[in-house]
T-cell receptor, first 116, second 115 residues
């Protein structure tokens, strides 16, 4: 069964500090991995999409890494801001050969709180 | 603002009832996806339509159904509602239907409360 596990479940950091969120997956066959930011009560917003051949991808202060061998990804946030407070969701896409379509498996997210 | 619109924003109804959620994709997007997010749960993919045709199916209950109309807007129908159906329902859209790296843009969601 395809699964995506994220850690930690929640994290509190001081404004200006860096942090790293983890994502482990058992999805197969892997197609791509995405990180989303979701503010409370709002729809997710895409931060990065990485395919099998990409190890690192940045979007401003957000840097995602992917190790397809160990099936791990991380999202590093640099110089955190109060507006970074949100849930960060890891999503892995796999090809469903039987259905002939791509299926997304979502992690439960890491809730990040940035405090002054 | 993602460009994806969903109505209504909030919906309160009783068990056993039927409701319809509506989604209008971004201009130019052909795919619409529906997701359910229960309290403290991750997003669950329900179903995808591409240019009017069902493209992929996730964990959608038989009591739920969806369709995409010729103008590309989509409706998600939930029937015989149960308390456990209370959740945020998100719609997302993308340009393509099967290319896995297409960006998905999410709407603001409809919060359904079943009492």
């Amino acid at each position: 069964k395809n699964q995506v596990e994220q850690s930690p479940q929640s994290l509190i950091i001081l404004e200006g500090k860096n942090c790293t969120l983890q994502c482990n997956y058992t999805v197969s066959p892997f197609s791509n991995l995405r990180w989303y930011k979701q503010d409370t009560g709002r729809g997710p917003v895409s931060l990065t999409i990485m395919t099998f051949s990409e190890n690192t991808k940045s979007n401003g202060r957000y840097t995602a890494t992917l190790d397809a061998d160990t099936k791990q990804s991380s999202l590093h946030i640099t110089a955190s801001q109060l507006s970074d407070s949100a849930s960060y969701i890891c999503v892995v896409s796999a090809l469903d050969l039987g259905a002939g379509s791509y299926q997304l498996t979502f992690g439960k997210g890491t809730k990040l709180s940035v405090i002054p | 603002d993602s460009g994806v619109t969903q109505t209504p924003k909030h919906l309160i109804t009783a068990t056993g009832q039927r409701v319809t959620l509506r989604c209008s994709p971004r201009s130019g997007d052909l795919s619409v996806y529906w997701y359910q997010q229960s309290l403290d749960q991750g997003l669950q993919f329900l179903i995808q339509y591409y240019n009017g045709e069902e493209r992929a199916k996730g964990n959608i209950l038989e009591r739920f159904s969806a369709q995409q109309f010729p103008d590309l807007h989509s409706e998600l129908n939930l029937s015989s509602l149960e308390l456990g159906d209370s959740a945020l329902y998100f719609c997302a859209s993308s340009v393509g239907g099967s290319e896995p790296t297409y960006e998905q843009y999410f709407g603001p969601g409809t919060r359904l409360t079943v009492t």
